[in-house]
């Protein structure tokens, strides 16, 4: 029972043009979503999130759409680098684990590679 | 600079033969997580502490076990490895008031021969 998926394992982008990288969810109990970045050797590292109150976040070449009512997130990347080459995980907390502090659930990732 | 820390990065064990893995922040941060990963799937929460206090989820296995002896250090012990769980295994991080921002470390690859 995967309650978050990445449908696309890989995206392949020119540098220089968008990335759109997506995420869909299942539980409805999920109000806080986020992209973590892994470089190979490195573990993952925070990105960018929102909050479900929201149905957009910027954060310079990143933004971040929700559409709680398709139950499904994306990750825009504007202009794509090369640097940006990487695993990208969307992962989703709520309070249905009924704790105070974040339990993330991932989905499986989408390798991103941008050529030059 | 404040991070985390796993050793080793790459553990070999045998088919059976108890293994510890260790993590150590200098984030100083409440909680820390323990979670498997498999190839091309997602990191699967294993367990997690707030401070001392040891939450398992309910699906992990009574052969992985954990310690948190201080703040700083918490150890994954694999008590009896199978071929199964041959994975990454990353340690995060987080303070209690945001505890979805999570910070990781680069992971220990183990290898089940």
């Known amino acids: 029972d995967q309650q978050v998926k990445q449908n696309s394992p890989s995206l392949s982008v020119q540098e220089g043009r968008i990335s759109i990288l997506n995420c869909d969810y299942t539980n409805s109990m999920f109000d806080y979503f986020l992209w973590y970045k892994k470089y190979p050797a490195e573990g993952p590292t925070f990105l960018i999130s929102?909050?479900?109150?929201?149905d957009k976040n910027e954060d310079g070449r990143f933004t971040v759409f929700l559409n709680k009512s398709a139950k499904h997130l994306s990750l825009h990347i504007v202009p794509s680098q090369p640097g940006d080459s990487a695993v990208y995980f969307c992962?989703?907390?709520?309070?249905?684990?009924?704790?105070?502090?974040?339990?993330?659930?991932f989905g499986q990732g989408t390798i991103l590679t941008v050529h030059p | 600079d404040a991070m985390v820390i796993q050793n080793p990065r790459y553990q070999v064990t045998q088919f059976g033969k108890p293994v510890t893995l260790s993590c150590s922040q200098t984030l100083n941060h409440n909680v820390m997580y323990w979670y498997q990963q498999k190839s091309s799937q997602a990191p699967k929460l294993l367990f997690h502490?707030?401070?001392?206090?040891?939450?398992n989820e309910a699906d992990t296995p009574d052969n992985f076990q954990s310690r948190r002896p201080n703040t700083s250090f918490c150890f994954l012990d694999i008590r009896s490895p199978g071929l199964g769980d041959a994975a990454m295994y990353l340690c995060?991080?987080?303070?209690?008031?945001?505890?979805?921002?999570?910070?990781f470390g680069p992971g220990t690859r183990l290898l089940v021969l």
């Open positions: 502490y707030y401070d001392k206090d040891f939450n």
């Open positions: 929102i909050s479900s109150i929201k």
């Open positions: 995060a991080t987080s303070t209690l008031a945001g505890g979805e921002t999570q910070y």
């Open positions: 992962a989703s907390t709520g309070n249905a684990g009924g704790t105070s502090y974040g339990k993330l659930t």
